[in-house]
């Protein structure tokens, strides 16, 4: 049975993206010492949180009833539409185990990181095998937050998954290998390509096996940093460790069966890193930060100069690899992109600002509230910025990752939260906490717009056929139909009618999302 069109489709009028949205609410988890979230991801009823929490965290404030499995657990936290923790689970053996990232599949949740030689052999590692220093992990949750399986990779060295996407037939996981983990382990029968390591890309199938492996260097030392599905293929970003003893950033372009379709370099005069990628309708966005020399320009970006000791760093490709544009973001400090997803009308970026960047460059008018803010920018599909936003309190504050919901935002990161600024009630569980933030206008606009044009949607779930009824939208009206990561599943142009009838039987089982856009109102991909 298919779960079709899931009735908290993306609806939204025209408006100007979320710049109006007010904090619908916002939670800190942690126990006594150092707790991060590095990732987030919607599920039906909530998000889901990763990162990981140290052994001093464990019995008090949000971790009571959990015990410590080792020096660092990973750690994953069920979250309601509401804020409210639904479950959590640490995850490791003795040593130190970590989350990178997650993300949702039809029927659960997969989180990757890392886990270190000692914690194999015990804990949830019981009956498993170290096969190097760390070994990259992924391991599959049910939606209830019990384990449906795990599963440890790499060779004899330090390997690690930082990110995961899904495809239609599998689990695409990203991350590296340094050279010394070839030849044995799941890596035997592979050959480097780089002197130091390998960027790697992992497809799994839905139960854990594995599908295919490719590894991917261009001469130095090269990591995947994210991942993401576009109609025709897979794109991955990070680095590439240059002869000149610096990075540059670098995007890949591969086919579903793991072959490289192009690959680009972005060049700067120092060290550039990508570290988040999305795709629109048009094209892919990547982000993340470069190191300008002050008061020159990039060698990438000849014609804007740097604004400061790091800059935030946004660039659209087109499909075939070639460059649309490009901007670099912040103050005369540090500012960096860490996260980006693709909204109705743009990009909206995610990440910090050092507190020197305020009040000049992108940030004159503003003021900072700490030490150093997470920042929310939204561009829009040309580039130009729509609007910017600092949030946090007197210390340090850090957005790690950002999704787009049905009625908002949700943001996951760390902070140091002391009950000041924009945590003004909430109190702090430890040093460092995790933190969840949910952006939104406090109405549900899936409501309020479906019921003034009158747009029914049924039936939910179903197995062949769905409905759109009382459909009085203008003109010529473009449908189209995403699966739960984004990836545009269907596509056609309808006239406005009373009744649309969609045939979807041809689709595998899942969770999908409906677009209608016309000159009025947008049904919004996920």
């Known amino acids: 049975m298919k779960f079709g069109i899931v009735l908290t489709m993306l609806l939204a009028v025209c408006l100007s993206g979320f710049a109006q949205m007010d904090v619908a609410w916002k939670k800190n988890f942690g126990g006594g010492y150092h707790d991060e979230f590095y990732s ?44 409210s923790v639904v479950w959590k689970q640490n995850f490791g053996g003795s040593a130190n185990d970590l989350y990178n990232a997650v993300v949702a599949v039809p029927d659960g949740i997969v989180a990757v990181g890392y886990s270190e030689a000692g914690s194999f052999g015990n804990g949830d590692w019981a009956g498993f095998t170290a096969k190097g220093k760390w070994d990259a992990i992924i391991v599959k949750y049910n939606f209830d937050g019990s384990i449906a399986w795990k599963k440890n990779f790499g060779g004899s060295d330090n390997d690690e998954f930082k990110s995961v996407t899904v495809v239609a037939d599998g689990i695409i996981a990203a991350g590296d290998v340094p050279r010394e983990s070839f030849g044995n382990g799941d890596l035997a029968g592979l050959t480097p390509k780089g002197l130091l390591s390998d960027a790697i890309l992992v497809k799994y199938n839905f139960d854990g096996s594995i599908a295919w492996i490719k590894n991917f260097s261009l001469g130095g030392g090269d990591s995947f940093e994210a991942v993401t599905t576009v109609s025709d293929g897979i794109v991955a970003v990070g680095s590439s460790f240059s002869a000149n003893n610096l990075f540059d950033a670098s995007i890949v372009k591969f086919n579903f069966d793991g072959s490289v379709a192009w690959s680009q370099l972005f060049v700067g005069r120092q060290s550039e890193f990508y570290y988040s990628v999305t795709a629109t309708s048009d094209g892919i966005v990547a982000a993340g930060v470069v190191q300008p020399n002050p008061g020159e320009g990039l060698a990438d970006l000849p014609d804007l100069p740097g604004k400061g000791s790091y800059d935030a760093i946004i660039v659209k490709y087109n499909f075939d690899g070639s460059m649309a544009w490009k901007k670099n973001f912040g103050g005369s400090d540090a500012d960096c992109f860490n996260s980006i997803t693709a909204v109705s009308d743009g990009i909206l970026a995610a990440g910090y600002s050092m507190v020197g960047s305020f009040g000049n460059g992108d940030w004159t008018g503003v003021t900072g509230k700490g030490g150093q803010d997470a920042i929310l920018v939204q561009y829009n599909f040309d580039g130009s910025m729509a609007w910017k936003k600092n949030f946090g309190g007197d210390d340090t504050d850090c957005f790690q990752s950002i999704i787009t919901v049905s009625d908002g935002m949700v943001a996951a990161g760390y902070a140091i939260i002391n009950g000041s600024g924009d945590w003004a009630g909430l109190k702090g569980n430890g040093y460092l906490d995790g933190v969840i933030v949910k952006f939104g206008s406090g109405t549900n606009h899936i409501a309020d717009i479906a019921k003034t044009q009158n747009i029914v949607v049924y039936p939910n779930p179903t197995n062949n056929l769905l409905y759109v009824t009382n459909y009085n939208l203008h003109e010529d009206t473009v449908i189209e139909i995403y699966d739960i990561v984004g990836k545009k599943m269907r596509a056609e142009i309808r006239k406005a009618v009373e009744e649309i009838t969609l045939d979807i039987s041809y689709l595998p089982s899942g969770i999908y999302f409906l677009r209608i856009n016309d000159d009025i109102v947008k049904v919004v991909k996920k």
């Open 40 to 83: 987030v991801a919607a599920v039906p009823d909530g998000y889901v949180m990763v990162g990981f929490v140290p052994l001093s965290s464990f019995g008090n404030d949000d971790t009571d009833g959990l015990t410590a499995r080792g020096n660092w657990d990973a750690m994953i936290v069920k979250y309601s539409l509401d804020g």
